[in-house]
T-cell receptor, first 115, second 113 residues
Framework: GAGVSQSPRYKVAKRGQDVALRCDPI?????LFWYQQALGQGPEFLTY????????KSGLPSDRFFAERPEGSVSTLKIQRTQQEDSAVYLC?????????????FGPGTRLLVL | AQSVTQLDSHVSVSEGTPVLLRCNYS??????LFWYVQHPNKGLQLLLK??????LVKGINGFEAEFKKSETSFHLTKPSAHMSDAAEYFC???????????FGTGTRLQVFP
């Protein structure tokens, strides 16, 4: 079946531009996560949704980062006034339950480059 | 707080020889531990996970890992490396309160013919 999809796969932005990154989770998955992976590093948690509720946004690096999942399926991560340090791969993952031991299924990521 | 430490940033092996990727964890609770693999320009794929059942966990592609509480380790092994195993491997612990995954810094595995 279809996995997690993300769009765009690549995004180049000029410093100061706003960007929106989309995640389509596996159908029916309750939990949705966003992670940020800087070059040569492991992914780091940004935010977590359980259905449409954003239960944890402790990993968002600044108030320029905003995420939503209004209908409990598709999610959008928005970055306002992008900075060079925002350059990274943004990964989305979904899981069918809220169980901590549950497998998270990852999308291919969006590679953001801010010039 | 939960954390994982991957002891090697790079591991190089010859095709057909054993693979050992080392991981130590720190957790206040009985941990859920995972190994994920990331091939270039591809998404993270789950290799295996430990969830307090059997301490020896078998995963895909011939990989396995053993949970050792006394050593706080969860090392990944494979008896015989294949060229297609070349990738980045992440040891991961799950935060039981928030369900978020906490990743190690990764180990890049190179396999030489």
């Amino acid at each position: 079946g279809a996995g997690v999809s993300q769009s765009p796969r690549y995004k180049v932005a000029k410093r100061g531009q706003d960007v929106a990154l989309r995640c389509d989770p596996i159908s029916g998955h309750v939990s949705l996560f966003w992670y940020q992976q800087a070059l040569g590093q492991g992914p780091e948690f940004l935010t977590y949704f359980q259905n449409e509720a954003q239960l944890d946004k402790s990993g968002l690096p600044s108030d320029r980062f905003f995420a939503e999942r209004p209908e409990g399926s598709v999610s959008t991560l928005k970055i306002q006034r992008t900075q060079q340090e925002d350059s990274a791969v943004y990964l989305c993952a979904s899981s069918p339950t809220t169980w901590a031991q549950e497998t998270q299924y990852f999308g291919p990521g969006t590679r953001l480059l801010v010039l | 707080a939960q954390s994982v430490t991957q002891l090697d940033s790079h591991v190089s092996v010859s095709e057909g020889t054993p693979v050992l990727l080392r991981c130590n964890y720190s957790s206040s609770y009985s941990p859920s531990l995972f190994w994920y693999v990331q091939h270039p320009n591809k998404g993270l794929q789950l290799l295996l996970k430990y969830t307090s059942a059997a301490t020896l966990v078998k995963g895909i592609n011939g990989f396995e890992a053993e949970f050792k509480k006394s050593e706080t380790s969860f090392h990944l092994t494979k008896p015989s490396a294949h060229m297609s195993d070349a990738a980045e491997y992440f040891c991961v612990v799950s935060d039981p309160h928030t369900d978020k995954l906490i990743f190690g810094t990764g180990t890049r595995l190179q396999v030489f013919p």
